[in-house]
């Protein structure tokens, strides 16, 4: 998708809002240089008592106003009300434009995370990706709120040029010269602020990454007795990102301060001049001063808001490359006509299977194959590293091998198949994932149309006996991470959450290996019930599980180095 500049984030850019955006603040900025234009007459008017003289008076006259102060006063209010008018439909356009922007990269940054490759998706910090998902983009909505801002004070800085080149050319000539050497000296405050941008960047995702970090181990923080440490962790991370925004305060006064002084001298300069050595008379230097003087805080804005601006930018670098990164991992879509995953019928297969992790020299797997025959029960071992869960995520669908393939019976597992074929997929990996919510909304995830006879029968399946028992049974709120029950009963909720979606494929990545003896039983007993009714494969050492496996495979290095129903499970 071509953006503008190169910018992935740019794409989500409403032009239309824009549009009439950009026309609304150049409408504004008019009205209002010419009601300061209008001043000249007026004042023209009073002072002889008839009309204006000079270059407004004739362009005036020939654009046919009246130059009677009545009408002057007339034309001059109307262009108030309308400005007023004009400006509520600008600030109401601005507010819309920040907004759809943001929602609408939030929600592409979010989609492209969900359907990212799981292999790139599993390798990356999720407190960076909330990170950005949270604060960057909305640093980034500061920072167009800023250019829009930045735009809207220089199109009426622009029209207040106008109106007072109207008045005296020479006067604004010097001043437009004097504007930008101010500006230029600026220059450097700007770089600085990008600097600042960055660090406050990184000084937020560290304190993602310590909020998650430690919210996550609550129980080791207070076993161990280190709120101290966890309390002073946070505090160092929020130190830094004070800091950086004080030095940003600091500089941004300091800006603000050179400006304003600088801005003061360039005026006190211009009506010297105007009036010793141009001889401007009144009717010319009142509305010229009246400008200037409109002009000068719009000059400190224009400042303030590219300053600003260049503050906020890392944000947006921050966002193109994480879209830039998972959006070229996206998995692909399946074709509208694309023919469904096939069940298989014999055995699902895995040939010369190698995958490679990125950042790593050696192949996760390397050449492996693999049958496991439908209906069987196969389980895995092998030590910490040797390729264990890369090969059920393979087998489940989630990761696409670099070289070699799967297949079902004789169909090889295509990638537009892949996400057709995880529906037929359940998996239950050592630690359950459960959300904070009724038993019934955490079953539902996996068939959300089913209903209550059917969460009965897989909690029946699963051995989960015990949700009947419950005061308000499957309308019970488990808590965050299903922390109100017990290690067991979460697991067998996930077991239950997997069968109710009638897999073909159901895969248990240690699924018992942190449980009490009693709670494994349970598991055991769900899944010896479910022996013989479909395809199971389990990774794991030993327990309660391997004593249910027909078959054997055992992975060393990312390599298959033993298979068969005789080998020993307790290595």
């Known amino acids: 998708m071509s953006t503008p500049g190169g910018r992935p984030a740019l794409a989500a850019l409403p032009r239309r809002l824009g549009a009439l955006l950009a026309g609304l603040t150049l409408l504004g900025a008019l009205t209002e240089g010419i009601g300061l234009v209008l001043l000249v007459p007026m004042l023209a008017a009073l002072g002889a008592g008839g009309p204006a003289g000079g270059r407004i008076g004739r362009l005036a006259g020939a654009f ?22 004009i400006m509520l439909a600008r600030d109401l356009a601005a507010r819309a434009f920040e907004a759809r922007l943001v929602d609408d990269l939030r929600r592409r940054a ?47 800085l622009a029209a207040l040029g106008l109106a007072a080149l109207a008045i005296a050319p020479s006067v604004v000539v010097a001043a437009a010269m004097g504007a930008l050497l101010v500006l230029a000296a600026q220059r450097g405050l700007r770089r600085r602020a990008h600097l600042l941008g960055e660090a406050i960047g990184t000084a937020y995702e560290n304190v993602h990454a310590t909020l998650t970090s430690t919210l996550g181990a609550l129980r080791i923080v207070k076993s161990h007795n280190r709120e101290q440490r966890a309390e002073d962790d946070l505090l160092a991370g929020f130190g830094e990102l004070r800091g950086a925004q004080r030095a940003y305060v600091r500089d941004t006064g300091l800006a603000r301060l050179a400006l304003q002084g600088g801005g003061a001298l360039l005026l006190a300069v211009l009506v010297w001049l105007a009036i010793v050595r141009w001889q401007m008379g009144a009717a010319s230097i009142l509305p010229l001063v009246a400008l200037f003087a409109r002009a000068l805080p719009l000059l400190g804005a224009v400042q303030d808001s590219w300053q ?82 890369t090969l059920a995520d393979v087998i489940g669908g989630l990761v696409a091998p670099d070289a070699g393939e799967v297949r079902l019976d004789d169909t090889a597992l295509d990638p537009a198949q892949r996400r057709g074929w995880r ?65 067991g009963e979460r697991q067998r909720i996930a077991l239950a959450r997997g069968l109710l979606r009638a897999p073909a494929l159901l895969i248990l990545d240690e699924a018992t290996s942190a449980l009490d003896a009693a709670s494994e039983a349970a598991v055991g007993e769900a899944v010896a019930g479910l022996h013989g009714r479909l395809t199971i494969l389990i990774i794991g050492h030993r327990g309660a599980l391997a004593g249910l496996a027909d078959r054997a495979l055992r992975l060393e290095n990312g390599c298959s180095v033993a298979a068969g129903p005789d080998e020993n499970l307790d290595s």
Not at 316 to 342: G, H, M, N, S, T
Request: charge should be neutral.
């Open 423 to 487: 529906e037929q997929v359940a998996y239950v990996q050592q630690e359950p994932v459960l959300f904070h919510a009724s038993i019934r909304d955490n079953l539902r995830w996996a068939a959300p149309a089913a209903d209550d006879a059917a969460l009965a029968a897989a909690l029946r399946d699963a051995a989960a006996h015990f949700v009947f028992d419950l005061p308000e049974g499957l309308n019970t709120i488990v808590g965050d991470r299903g922390g109100r029950l017990s290690g």
């Open 110 to 156: 979010y989609r492209a995370l969900l359907r990212c490759d799981w292999r790139t998706l599993s390798a990356m910090r999720q407190s960076d990706t909330a990170s950005l998902l949270v604060s960057n983009i909305d640093r980034l909505g500061d920072g167009v709120n800023y250019l829009i801002t930045l735009w809207m004070n220089a199109a009426t």
């Open 64 to 85: 046919g106003l009246p130059l009677r102060l009545e009408a002057l006063l007339a034309i001059f209010v109307a262009l108030v009300i309308a400005r007023g008018f």
């Open 308 to 389: 600003n601006w260049a503050h906020s930018r890392p944000a947006l670098d921050a966002i193109d490359v994480l879209l830039v990164q998972v959006e070229a991992a996206q998995e692909p879509d399946p074709p509208a006509r694309a023919a469904p995953a096939p069940q298989p019928r014999r055995e699902i297969a895995l040939t010369n299977v190698t995958v490679h992790h990125p950042g790593r020299v050696a192949p996760a797997l390397a050449a492996v194959s693999a049958v496991l025959p439908v209906g069987t029960t196969t389980i895995l071992t092998g030590p910490s590293g040797a390729g264990k869960s």
